[in-house]
């Protein structure tokens, strides 16, 4: 089963992130999907349990999504964790700055079903065998 934890504070992207994963072939049966609006309630989800994958809109209510990266990546529980960046600000800078950070992919807004979930897939394979080289 893949874990994912959703970051957006739009209700109607989440949803449609959410159906994205759950429909996906390569994901779907076996995707368990959590979801808030909040950088800081992430983090509180993120300590009561792990996930496989989290993706993270850069601009949320209350902390700049790309500081969450960088709360997460300093976090030796999360370090490894596949960390997905969605965003309608997709220059060329926040995309650096994402992947200095320690993003694993960045999918601009508006975005397809697919690209979501290739990215998500593709992410959570290379953290895993990452893991799997270093143990």
């Known amino acids: 089963m893949i874990r994912i934890l959703l970051i957006d504070d739009s209700a ?4 449609h992130m959410r159906a994205a994963l759950e429909r996906a072939p390569e ?3 076996t995707a368990e999907v959590a979801e808030t609006a909040s950088g800081f309630e992430a983090l509180r989800l993120m300590h009561r349990g792990a996930y496989d994958a989290v993706i993270i809109d850069i601009n949320l209510p209350d902390i700049d999504g790309l500081e969450l990266i960088r709360f997460i990546r300093q976090s030796r529980h999360h370090r490894d ?7 309608t600000l997709s220059s060329a800078r926040e995309r650096e700055r994402a992947f200095r950070l320690g ?11 697919d690209t979501l979930a290739s990215a998500v897939r593709r992410c959570v394979a290379s953290s895993q065998l990452r893991l799997r080289v270093a143990t």
Do not use: Y
């Open 12 to 15: 109607a992207m989440r949803a």
């Open 103 to 113: 993003a694993h992919a960045f999918v601009a807004k508006p975005f397809s079903p």
């Open 27 to 29: 994901l779907g049966q």
């Open 81 to 87: 964790v596949a960390l997905v960046v969605v965003s």
